[in-house]
């Protein structure tokens, strides 16, 4: 089957940074996506990683190791405003985004 | 550049009604747009792919005469909920990309449909 493994919920404090774990096993893989969805919003796109390595962009950065199904996603700087779900989608053989919950990040003072 | 926006945001409407909800990209061409739905603090659910100009593919367990997709042109596609009912209310997002297989999709801001 497919399937996605990221935690529910974590917390970090405003100025730090976070990384945020997903696993995965999916049918084929195409890359794997990165999302920020706040509360009662729309998914807003943040990076796609279809190589090995750190893609960075800014305050963030993405890391994919497609031999063990990981990758990951760093915030640093944590704003106020980054308290959100971030969502891990690998691409399965079919082009097709396979979703999971997502983890939700909560940031304090 | 890759705008995506969805209309109406919000919609509330009687039991079996048809609500019609329009998702649009703005400034790239959407050869290929996708609509989920997604329930409170659930996953986002694949509900149907639709390529322009040719019938939706709708997953497993979608009735297709209850959401009637059309993706008349490189920008537009509608999803149509028929003959709604309390258990449909949820968010409807859509999502475009330009087409090449591998494209990151872009969401449009959701429609939060309320069946009373």
């Known amino acids: 089957g497919q399937n996605i493994d990221q935690p529910t919920e974590m917390t970090a404090t405003e100025g730090a940074i976070v990384q945020i774990n997903c696993t995965y096993q999916?049918?084929?893989?195409?890359?794997l996506f990165w999302y920020q969805q706040h509360a009662g919003e729309a998914p807003t796109f943040l990076s796609y990683n279809v190589l090995d390595g750190l893609e960075e962009k800014g305050r963030f950065s993405s890391f994919l190791s497609r031999s063990k199904g990981y990758s990951y996603l760093l915030l640093k700087e944590l704003q106020m405003k980054d308290s959100a779900s971030y969502l891990c989608?690998?691409?399965?053989?079919?082009?097709?985004?396979?979703w999971g919950a997502g983890t939700k990040l909560i940031i304090k003072p | 550049g890759a705008v995506v926006s969805q209309h109406p945001s919000r919609v509330i409407c009687k039991s079996g009604t048809s609500v019609k909800i329009e998702c649009r990209s703005l400034?790239?061409?959407?050869?290929?747009m996708f609509w989920y739905r997604q329930f409170p603090k659930k996953s986002l659910m694949l509900m149907a792919t639709s390529n322009e100009g040719s019938k939706a593919t709708y997953e497993q367990g979608v009735e297709k005469d209850k959401f009637l997709i059309n993706h008349a042109s490189l920008t537009l596609s509608t999803l149509t909920v028929t003959s709604a009912h309390p258990e449909d209310s949820s968010f409807y997002i859509c999502?475009?990309?330009?087409?090449?297989?591998?494209?990151?999709?872009?969401f449009g801001p959701g429609t939060r449909l309320t069946v009373l």
């Open positions: 400034d790239f061409q959407a050869t290929t």
């Open positions: 989608a690998p691409m399965d053989s079919n082009y097709q985004l396979i």
């Open positions: 999916t049918s084929g893989f195409n890359g």
């Open positions: 999502s475009a990309s330009s087409g090449r297989e591998s494209d990151t999709q872009y």
